[in-house]
């Protein structure tokens, strides 16, 4: 992803920052998008997610 | 009076009318007017309550109606505790005046079991982003060093503990922040099986990842502090409604028959650690074998694939619940934690859940590594404390730390001080156990700390005090 389209990512997300802030995050979403791959291997279709509703609310 | 006292030291003392209450918070409170200057582990000194508590535990001494071991033992609580009356401000500006109307769970439960409040503890901002310079209060510094980091969230805990300016302390771990101070500071600090202890009334971080636990000088004196703060809290949504065993019941016996596995890709492939971290840990298991524990490795998922999804989850969470803020008043927040939240902003729903969905297959895989054993052992932190203008800012991306699995998958996971680097900073092991089983832990840590000299050894600048 090149500057001007993380730039158009960033202003999507409603956060006000300057050029300046968008530079250093845009230095650190590759690191970023590595975790979020890390995290998220292929699954089994049934694989349940660790928090599950729980109808009784106290 | 010895200069320092243990919890459990203490309250014997007092207990046997020895040790009066209000002695040793005037001594706290001269430590604190003398070694705090450098340190900065308070952010505010609560001298006239803790006085007030302190005559109040010496009355209760002198009429033989002690609450228990905690009476009269100087604590303080990490400044996201919400303290009644006090400020609470999270290190931050955007609550530089905040002044809660209510005590934590946590509080309330330590006032009742008699403790005296010295005040409350530097902590990295809204317990994610520091080291910070750009707040209205310094980051805490490292007592064995002050060059040095203390690792956070729960920095100002770990400090004064270690320093002896309080005999225990309130910690808060989403990643480590708990186990990582009381690595890098030298003291015992646990975070307890989720659920165990309530987070009503402490300023969230994520919720699913939040853990409130104590930090003090020995284990033995964590598992008093976790007895008098754990229980069900029926209004924490994720408080475990159960029994609260006695977590001191196992502290007299010695590793003997303990199964123990020990996750050693974690610190020597994963994350590899320092020699004398090595080193620790290594002449740890030697003592748990010589005491007669069975000792086995085990293999788990590489460290990062715990790591991953925990700092996802992590930072989803967190953004959401600072996403109000964040868009109004971004930079009210301190560089670090506004650039690591705002991440949070740019990920989507999918990724969030595909990310609880690799957390439970995480938790599952750990559960049944676990099946035959009782504790795991890894590092805590890799190596002694790095200066504190020198940690990086994107840490937790480069390299997998080693609290965070356990996080994830809510184990109870207990920091323990394994002896003294070249550079003459602590070094330290992890002691993991099975869901609720923290009297294990509490065992194992305990059974190695008495095998050791370390716990006699204080910071140099606490220690030239007493002359």
Known sequence: MGKDAFSILVDRTGLTLTDDQKAVLFAAYPMFQAMIARATPPMPREAEPSLIFLPEVM | MQPFLTIAEAGALIAAKKLSPVELTRLCLDRIEKLDGQLHSFLMVTEDRALADAKASEARMMSAALKGPLDGIPIGHKDIYNTAGIRTTGHSRLLEHNVPTEDSVVGQKWAAAGTVLMGKLATHEFAIGGPSFDLPW??????????????GSSSGTGASVAAGLVLGGTGSDTGGSIRGPSALCGIAGIKPTYGLSSRRGVLPLSQTLDHTGPMAWTVQDCALLLQAMAGHDPLDPASANRPVPNFSADLGKDAKGLRIGVVRHFHEVDNPVSPATLKGIEDALDIFRAQGAVISDVTLSPMMDYNAPGWLILTAEAYAVHEPWLKERFNDYGELLRDRLALGALLSATEYVQALRRRRVLCLETRDAMADLDILITASAPAEAPKIHEVPKWAMLEKPNFTMPFNLTGLPALSVCTGYGAGG?????????????????????????MATEWRGKRPAMSTALTG
């Open chain 2, 425 to 449: 900073l602590p070094v330290s092991m992890q002691i993991v156990g099975k869901p609720f089983a923290e009297a294990t832990v509490f065992r194992a840590g305990h059974a190695y700390e």
């Open chain 2, 138 to 151: 310094p980051p805490a510094r490292n007592p064995w060093n002050t060059d040095h980091f203390t690792a």
